[in-house]
């Protein structure tokens, strides 16, 4: 019995088809993805484009984040420490205005404060990462060095202006105080007060001793209340970084909206890919040879 053919033509342009659909149904299986090209689905592929640009936005943002908040906190912690020397430092100045004190008992509280001084500074010139805390936008210099001209003492180097970071699409965090108004201020200056204090110790005159005591505390106060910025840029940061894990998560699913694949439905399309193609294959190994014998001479 002769086969037409005809026959053959059509039965390779099935098999060719039968070979794109597995090979499609194996790349959807392997990959999770039903497009893999803009040709595939070209309104998808554009709103994938967009959602990796937001996609990699939230990365960012969330990594500046991170970064600042871990800032934040140290520079909250070097306050922490000035406002436990100042408490001390208040606590001897107290002690050294009582009128009990000889000059020799004088003399050592004052060294105390000194210590407490020099630990000030050593937290004023706090860093990160090679950044200084309090230098104002001026992150690479140390805020704050040694100056026998000046009267405290120290000289600020830095200067007044803020640092701001960016979290979040037209959202920016401002991230220090600078420490001309932390550590300096005219009116409550934690280093101006210590070390007028020092001084009044070794003078020993016990109203000036108070006097600078009080001014002490008085700048105690103060960076208590600088403090405070540190507490809510940080509860800021916090919930920012809450929003965007969110946010990811949404740019996520719709990821898989877009291009996913329904993972049991691709295997049972693979399925009936695998058995077409080889129904196909099988088909055109019957019908070839045949098909290649009529063309042979009698």
């Known amino acids: 019995m002769r086969v037409n053919p005809n026959q053959l033509p059509n039965m390779l342009s099935a098999l060719q088809q039968s070979e794109t659909t ?42 500046n984040a991170n970064d600042v908040l871990s800032m934040v906190q140290t520079a909250d912690s070097a306050l922490g420490s000035v406002v436990t020397s100042l408490t001390q430092a208040v606590s001897l100045g107290t002690s050294g205005a009582n009128g009990t004190n000889n ?18 500074v050593k937290q004023a010139n706090s860093s990160y990462e090679g950044q200084y805390l309090f230098g104002g936008t001026a992150t690479s210099q140390v805020p704050y060095t040694a100056d026998s001209a000046s009267s405290t003492g120290y000289t600020y180097n830095g200067n007044s202006d803020l640092n701001s970071v960016i979290v ?59 403090r405070v910025f540190y507490a809510n ?41 695998e058995a077409a193609n080889s129904a196909a294959l099988a088909a055109v190994a019957k019908v070839l040879p045949n098909s290649l014998l009529n063309y042979l001479p009698n």
């Not at 050592?108 to 000030?120: K, N, P, R």
């Not at 932390?182 to 409550?188: A, I, K, R, T």
């Not at 929003?243 to 399309?269: F, M, W």
Request: glycine content about 6%.
């Open 22 to 63: 597995l090979n499609t149904a194996l790349q959807q299986v392997s990959t999770g993805k039903s497009v893999t090209q803009p040709s595939d689905n070209p309104a998808a592929s554009a709103s994938m484009v967009q959602n990796t640009i937001d996609l990699a936005n939230v990365d960012q943002y969330t990594q």
């Open 103 to 120: 000059s020799s008992n004088l003399q050592a509280i004052a060294t105390q404060v000194q210590g407490i001084l020099d630990s000030v």
């Open 168 to 226: 979040g699409d037209n959202t920016s965090v401002q991230m220090n105080l600078p420490g001309n108004q932390v550590f300096s201020d005219p009116s409550n200056s934690v280093i101006g007060s210590l070390s007028s204090l020092v001084s009044a110790l070794k003078g020993g005159d016990s109203a000036t001793i108070a006097s600078a005591t009080t001014a002490v505390n008085s700048a105690l106060n103060h960076v208590g209340q600088q």
């Open 233 to 273: 840029a940080e509860t800021q940061l916090n919930a920012q970084e809450a929003y965007l894990s969110s946010e990811k998560v949404q740019l996520t699913s719709q990821q898989t909206s877009l291009v996913g694949v329904d993972t049991a439905q691709a295997a049972t399309t693979l399925a009936r890919a």
